[in-house]
Nanobody, 124 residues
Framework: VQLQASGGGWVQPGGSLRLSCVAS????????MAWFRQAPGKEREFVAA????????YYASSVKGRFTISRGNAKSTVFLQMNRLRPEDTAVYYC??????????????????WGQGTLVTVSS
């Protein structure tokens, strides 16, 4: 399984960015795709996820209402629309995928397949 993330960059506070992640080699019938982030000096944290079978979505409280995870028409493509960005959103964002279907596992850092990360910088 390979994941390719893109779309990071620099944006001013209050701005928007859209991240994309394309997965190849995903042959699972049931799985989840997620976004995590790691800010400098901090541990990697959960941001958002989608359970592929029913499109249920999950968000960290810090991004709920500002970020939206969605799936593309192409198989195994996921987006993260980030609005009203704040300086504290600055981090390397990673997409992840795995055969996870239970909510408690979908929102935890237990994925086996990860993309390379894309840097998001929010500053004025």
């Amino acid at each position: 399984v390979q994941l390719q993330a893109s779309g990071g960059g620099w944006v001013q506070p209050g701005g928007s960015l859209r991240l994309s992640c394309v997965a190849s080699g995903l042959t699972f019938s049931n799985y989840a795709m997620a976004w995590f982030r790691q800010a400098p000096g901090k541990e990697r944290e959960f941001v958002a996820a989608m359970r592929w079978s029913d499109r249920n979505t999950y968000y960290a409280s810090s991004v709920k209402g500002r970020f939206t995870i969605s799936r593309g028409n192409a198989k195994s493509t996921v987006f993260l629309q980030m609005n009203r960005l704040r300086p504290e959103d600055t981090a390397v964002y990673y997409c992840a995928a795995d055969r996870l279907t239970i909510q408690s596992t979908i929102v935890q850092d237990g994925y086996n397949y990860w993309g390379q990360g894309t840097l998001v910088t929010v500053s004025s």
